[in-house]
């Protein structure tokens, strides 16, 4: 048997990350953080266990980067949905909307990443993390911004603070007032994005991540 090309081994060694990715998202989802092991995630990815120290130092960084996932393309789905649009104004409230759509529809997910940044590790710098960043700073550059680099880390600052807010347990602020809170703030209308009283039926809104996670072999 004629070993493999570089390119199918990329291309399996990227099939594996993705499988993983989405076997973090599912699993903490379902239990939590603390009741899924790596075991657990190889597992249900179909993997060998030691495959996932291969790509993650470790379980926070794998469901970091997994989260990551989840927000960078929710928040891609979000600016490009139709109509499609170049407006700053619609594409920043898009955006908002986005993220606390997640805090709202995903609280175990959002509320363990909340958690993990707050560790010693903080951010997992990779290419999930880089993606969102990408994202977020091109929206502030479209909504007007002359100082991006100040006004991304503010944007990501409120947003992750409105998130923490509705996240609180015991505690938790409502969405729609976050939403407003952050609309005034930027000078958005209120019927712009995706409005609360549009999104009421939540069992509409798609639950299911797999769209996310590139695990079929691409073609050539």
Same mark, same amino acid.
């Given at each position: 048997m004629s070993p493999r090309s570089a390119s199918v081994n990329e291309e399996l060694r990227r099939r594996s990350r993705e499988r993983l990715l989405q076997a973090a998202?599912?699993?903490v989802g379902e239990r939590?953080?603390?009741a899924t092991t790596l075991g657990d995630i190889?597992?249900?990815?179909?993997?060998?266990?030691?495959? @996932? $120290?291969? &790509?993650?130092?470790?379980?926070?960084?794998?469901?970091?980067?997994?989260?990551?996932?989840?927000?960078?393309?929710?928040l891609e789905e979000a600016l490009e949905r139709e109509p499609r649009t170049e407006d700053g104004r619609e594409r920043l409230a898009r955006a908002i909307d986005a993220i606390l759509g997640l805090a709202r529809d995903r609280p175990v997910l959002m509320r363990q990443h909340m958690a993990g940044l707050l560790q010693a590790e903080g951010f997992v710098q990779c290419p999930e993390q880089r993606r969102l960043s990408e994202l977020l700073?091109?929206? @502030? $550059?479209? &909504?007007?911004?002359?100082n991006v680099t100040a006004d991304y880390p503010l944007l990501r600052a409120v947003l992750?603070?409105?998130?923490?807010?509705a996240l609180v347990p015991g505690v938790p602020m409502a969405v729609p007032a976050l939403r407003a809170e952050l609309f005034q703030r930027y000078g958005l209308d209120w019927e712009s994005g995706m409005p609360p009283e549009s999104d009421a039926d939540a069992g509409a809104r798609e639950q299911d991540p797999s769209r996310f996670f590139a695990t079929e072999e691409r073609a050539e």
């Open positions: 998202l599912e699993l939590g953080f603390e190889a597992d249900r990815a179909g993997s060998a266990r030691g495959l @996932v $120290s291969y &790509y993650f130092p470790g379980k926070r960084q794998l469901v970091q980067s997994a989260v990551h996932r989840l927000m960078h393309r929710t700073g091109d929206t @502030v $550059s479209r &909504y007007g911004s002359e992750m603070g409105a998130v923490y807010a």
